[in-house]
């Protein structure tokens, strides 16, 4: 049986590699107005630095990374020898600990001074289960600004990325804005073992996982999607009432710069998201078309203001955010956008026999250095089946050269519309097109 592609995967064709490209650079236009360039890192890393940055205890971490060895240490691993935890990478399952790691090996912030402000797309993986919405390999674009605390940063690249789910077409009344704040180091622990002990008190009537959690990372409860759990989790403690003034005032600030420029949010203590690395802000945007509501989050970030630190550079606040492009593509479809297929080729050179093959080859050549798009049989088909081809790429017009032609110096140029034909000479041919 022919092989095909692993599942959880996906071939982009046609019409919609020609939307992700205009997507990206769609993205890359808008958040550069705010400042943000491209930065491109590797696919993997060493598995260590997701383990350190994203946490040991996450689901992405512990449960959805591919791991992989090197040639060499792939024989050893099978042998069942030791392989060096720095041998061990792993392809990435987010993009933010990559760029964090390369800001700091590359001395960004001391050559450019802060805030380092980068974008970036590509892919991403993660060994889940898949369906609608929920892909191994899929495409994000992010942004990440590291060296400012400032809630000027985040509350800008909120309004940044709603601006630009907008610009593509999700219209405001189909994503809902949840905001909320995680704290920092000086408040969270207090509010971490507050909500350890009331998992502890109610653990008869929590999930296996939301047990498990109290150990781990009490606040990945409060995202369980267990009924039982959720109704028991409403009257868990509650962030708000542990922030330190700092965190709060901070918070504040973010709210009110949102507020100003009219982005309605929605303030939802539970969000917790499911990477360790937030401090302060985070948020996440939803849909509510295309996809059932575990997988109709389109995009989300936050403050990682320890990631850099943890991972061994110098302490160094950040923030940043990644939207999911399968998603965007699933809310649109179900809200009825269209995709254009690439545009046709403006013009088809067909010969009449053989012998025009090598001038067919060189007016092409001037057409695309010209300007126009432009394409010739490369398969010495019959003139029948070049204007069948012609025909099935779409392209507007057909210069026929046939023996009669070349003498004369022209090419019967064919309007595929309306059938008309005129004679154009061989060195006008681009600019009669252009026009
Ligand atoms: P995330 O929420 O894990 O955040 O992923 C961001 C977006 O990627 C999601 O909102 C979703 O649209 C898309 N996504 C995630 N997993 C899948 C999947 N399996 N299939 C299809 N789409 C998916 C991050 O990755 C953080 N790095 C965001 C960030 C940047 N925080 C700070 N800076």
Known sequence: MAIKRPEGTKDLLGAEAQFWARFRSTAFDLFARYGYTPIDVPMFEKTELFVRGIGEATDV??????????????????????????SRFSLRPEGTAGVVRAVAQNGMLQEGGAPVKVSYAGPMFRAERPQNGRQRQFNQVGIE?????????????????????????IPADKMTLLLNTLGDESCRPAYRDALKGFIVDNAADLCEDCQRRAETNPLRALDCKEEGCQRILADAPRIEDYLCDDCKAHYAQVKAYLDAAGVTYVEDSSLVRGLDYYTRTVFEVRVSVGMDNNQNAIGGGGRYDKLMAEIGGSDTPGFGFALGYERCKIALEAIGAEFPEPPAPALYIACVSSDQRALAFSLAQQCRDAGVACEFDHQSRSLKAQFKQADKLGCAHVAILGP????AGVAKVRDMATHEERKVALEELPQALEK
């Open 61 to 86: 971490v512990s449960k959805e990374m591919f791991t992989v060895v090197s040639g060499g240490n792939l024989a050893k691993l099978v042998a069942g020898e030791h392989v060096r935890s720095d």
């Open 404 to 407: 009669d032609e070349v003498a």
């Open 145 to 169: 600004c590291l060296g400012a605390d400032d809630p000027s940063i985040d509350a800008e690249g909120i309004i940044m990325l709603m601006r630009f789910f907008e610009s593509i077409g």
